[in-house]
């Protein structure tokens, strides 16, 4: 069963800066051959994407953090990184991974709470 697990969210103050990661396990697809993502959420608001990176390495961001967070990843680890640099307060939301092997098959995660006091 696959499973898809955050960690490293917590307070930090605006302009502070945070490293999510994201853990995926019970599946035999190689870290290289799956689709790891990251989407936010805030109290009310609809679920976003923030960053997304693909099976063959290529990256896309939200809008809003384009110039403030990295996306990576560690393949053999089957792993991905959110790095939030410059944090504001409407960052403040739940961060969920979300993993795609194939149209049928994605996963997310519980979601881990990034909160940004000013």
């Known amino acids: 069963q696959v499973q898809v697990v955050e960690s490293g969210g917590g307070l930090v103050q605006a302009g502070g800066s945070l490293r999510l990661s994201c853990t995926v396990s019970?599946?035999?697809?190689?870290?290289?051959?799956?689709?790891m993502a990251w989407y936010r959420q805030a109290p009310g608001q609809q679920r976003e994407l923030v960053a997304a990176?693909?099976?063959?390495?290529?990256?896309k961001y939200g809008e809003s953090v384009q110039d403030r967070f990295a996306i990576s990843r560690d393949i053999f680890k089957k792993e991905a990184y959110l790095q939030m640099y410059s944090l504001r307060p409407e960052d403040t939301a739940v961060y969920f991974c979300?993993?795609?092997?194939?149209?049928?098959?994605?996963?997310w995660g519980q979601g881990t709470q990034v909160t940004v006091s000013s």
């Open positions: 990176i693909y099976s063959n390495g290529a990256t």
């Open positions: 979300k993993v795609v092997i194939d149209p049928a098959r994605n996963y």
């Open positions: 019970g599946t035999r697809i190689s870290g290289g051959g799956m689709t």
